[in-house]
C-alpha cells in the first residue's frame, strides 16, 4: 500500500494542487457544489494547457511562463507560507517572514515547473464533496492516467475568504501536501531553536542545488 | 518517551552475548535522542532512523536501483507485469488472515475467491484474471489488524531495507510471514527459493519507485521528515476508513 503510495507521489495530484494555485482564477464563493464546480473547472484548464503543450501549440517555456506568472496573482500564498510556517508564525520577524514566504514560493515554483511534462494525458473528474464548515470543502476527485496505469483517488481542500475560493491543500492516497511541508518546514525551523532563517536557507540550498542539475 | 525507555534489557552473562549486548545497547543509546522535535514527533530513534535511511539511499544507488533499472530495461513490460502479479497473489493468504481478524468477512471471501482463480486459471497468479472478472483486490497487514483492535503505532522506526515503518508495524511484519505461502513450503522457506522470491519483489516494488525516488530528492525540503510524514498520514488514513474530515488543521 506504501508503495503504491509512492508511486503515486508527488503526481498527478501533488503538481495539479500547485497548478491549481497557479491557474486557477479567483471564484466567487457559494457552497459545495460551487466547490465542486471550481476543481473542475480549473482542471480541465489545466488539462487543456498540458493538452496544447502536448500538440506542439505552445512550447514548454511558454507552459512555464504561465504558471509562473499566475502563481503570485492566483495562489494564497500568505495562507500557505503562515500554514507551514505552523506555530512559529507567531512573533516572527517580518522580514524574515517575507524572505521565506519569498523563497518558498521559487521552491514550489521550481519543483512543479520541472514535472509539468510528465502529467500531459491526465484527466481528472471530480466525484462528490464534504462540506466541514462554511466556506471550507473537501473535494473528492479521481485523476485518470491511462495506458493502464490504476486510477488515483485526489482530495482538494478549497477554501473561501473574502468571497474567493481556492485550493491551499490536496490529498494523495491519506496523505495532505502542505501538511507534510509544514512538518519539514517546522522540523528545520524547530532543531534551529524557532529560526525561520534556517529554513529559508535550506530552501535557498535546495533551489540552487536543483537549477545545478 | 525518556532515554531510559530505549534502553535494551540486560544480556545473559556469557562473553560473546555481553559483548554483543554492549554493541546493540551502545548503538541504541547513540541512536536515540531528547530533542523536543524528535521526541514531539514520537520519533526517539531519530538520529539511528537519519542513518539507516542514508544507509538505504546509499544501497539503492550502489546496487538496487541499478539492478531494478536493469530489470526493467530487460524484462518486457508484460513480462514484468506477470512477475508482479504473481507476487501479489501470493500475499492474498495473508490477506485473506486479515481481514478475517479485522472482522470483514465479505471482503476476506472475495481475496479467497481472487486467490483461488488467479491460482487455477491465472496459472499460479501470473494472469489476474480476477481483475478482469471484477472481483475487488483488497490489501492489509498485521499492521494495520493491531492498529484496527486499538494497538498505537509506537515509535517512527526505519528499517533496514525495509523502509519506514513503526514499532507496531514492524511487529506486523513479522507476523505476516506465516500465513505467506513461501513459509509453508519447506523447500522454498529452507532453500534459496525465498531469497528469489524476496529478490524479485525487492525488484518489482523498486522499479515502480523510480520515479518516486527521482522526484522525493527535488521535491523534499528533508527527504526524511518527508517520507516519515508521508508513511504516518497513509497509514492513519488506511486505519481510519470512509474519511469524514473533521480532523484537518485550520489554515488561519
Known amino acids: 500500500m506504501l508503495n503504491r503510495l509512492l508511486a503515486a507521489l508527488p503526481a498527478p495530484a501533488l503538481f495539479l494542487s500547485l497548478v491549481f494555485f497557479a491557474l486557477s482564477p479567483a471564484a466567487e464563493a457559494s457552497d459545495a457544489r460551487a466547490a465542486e464546480a471550481f476543481v473542475e473547472r480549473e482542471a480541465q484548464r489545466v488539462i487543456d494547457a498540458l493538452q496544447a503543450w502536448r500538440e506542439g501549440e505552445v512550447d514548454m517555456d511558454t507552459l512555464r511562463r504561465d504558471f509562473r506568472d499566475r502563481v503570485d496573482d492566483l495562489a494564497d500564498v500568505e495562507r500557505i507560507t503562515g500554514f507551514v510556517l505552523g506555530r512559529y508564525r507567531r512573533g516572527a520577524d517580518p522580514q524574515a517572514l517575507e524572505e521565506f514566504s519569498e523563497v518558498f514560493r521559487e521552491f514550489a515554483i521550481q519543483v512543479y515547473e520541472r514535472e509539468l511534462g510528465h502529467y500531459a494525458g491526465q484527466t481528472l473528474s471530480v466525484t462528490g464533496s464534504v462540506t466541514r464548515n462554511s466556506g471550507d470543502y473537501v473535494v473528492r476527485s479521481v485523476v485518470r492516467g491511462g495506458n493502464g496505469e490504476p486510477d488515483v483517488p485526489v482530495n482538494w481542500r478549497v477554501l473561501v475568504r473574502d468571497n474567493e475560493m481556492k485550493v491551499v491543500d490536496a490529498e494523495v492516497m491519506g496523505v495532505w501536501l502542505a501538511q507534510t511541508q509544514r512538518e519539514q518546514i517546522t522540523g528545520i525551523i524547530g532543531n534551529a531553536r524557532g529560526d525561520i532563517s534556517a529554513a529559508t536557507r535550506v530552501l535557498r540550498e535546495r533551489i540552487e542545488r536543483n537549477n545545478s542539475r | ?252
Request: net charge neutral.
Open chain 2, 1 to 252: 518517551m525518556t532515554r531510559a525507555a530505549c534502553l535494551p534489557r540486560p544480556a545473559r552473562s556469557t562473553p560473546a552475548r555481553l559483548g554483543l549486548a554492549g554493541l546493540v545497547t551502545g548503538l541504541v543509546l547513540t541512536g536515540c535522542t531528547t530533542n523536543p522535535q524528535s521526541l514531539e514527533a514520537n520519533d526517539p530513534f531519530e538520529p539511528l532512523n537519519r542513518a539507516t535511511l542514508s544507509f538505504n539511499l546509499a544501497a539503492d544507488r550502489a546496487v538496487i536501483g541499478p539492478a531494478a533499472r536493469a530489470y526493467r530495461d530487460g524484462v518486457p513490460r508484460t513480462g514484468r507485469k506477470g512477475i508482479s502479479n504473481f507476487l501479489t497473489n501470493l500475499n492474498q493468504p495473508v490477506v485473506f488472515a486479515n481481514l478475517i481478524l479485522q472482522g470483514r468477512p465479505g471482503e476476506a471471501f472475495q481475496t479467497a475467491g481472487r486467490f483461488a482463480l488467479n491460482t487455477v486459471v491465472g496459472i499460479g497468479g501470473v494472469f489476474d484474471v480476477a481483475s478482469e472478472a471484477e472481483i475487488p483486490r483488497h490489501d492489509t497487514d498485521f499492521g494495520l489488524t493491531l492498529g484496527h483492535w486499538g494497538v498505537e503505532s509506537g515509535p517512527y522506526l526505519v528499517l533496514p531495507f525495509l523502509g519506514p515503518s513503526n514499532f507496531r508495524d514492524a511487529t506486523g511484519r513479522f507476523v505476516d510471514r506465516y500465513p505467506h505461502p513461501t513459509y509453508w513450503v519447506d523447500d522454498l522457506r529452507d532453500g534459496s527459493g525465498i531469497w528469489i522470491v524476496r529478490a524479485k519483489t525487492v525488484l518489482d516494488v523498486r522499479v515502480e519507485l523510480e520515479e518516486t525516488f527521482r522526484s522525493l530528492d527535488q521535491s523534499a525540503v528533508d527527504p526524511y521528515i518527508q517520507l516519515r510524514s508521508v508513511y504516518r498520514q497513509n497509514r492513519a488514513s488506511l486505519l481510519s476508513g470512509e474519511r469524514i474530515y473533521d480532523d484537518l488543521p485550520d489554515f488561519d
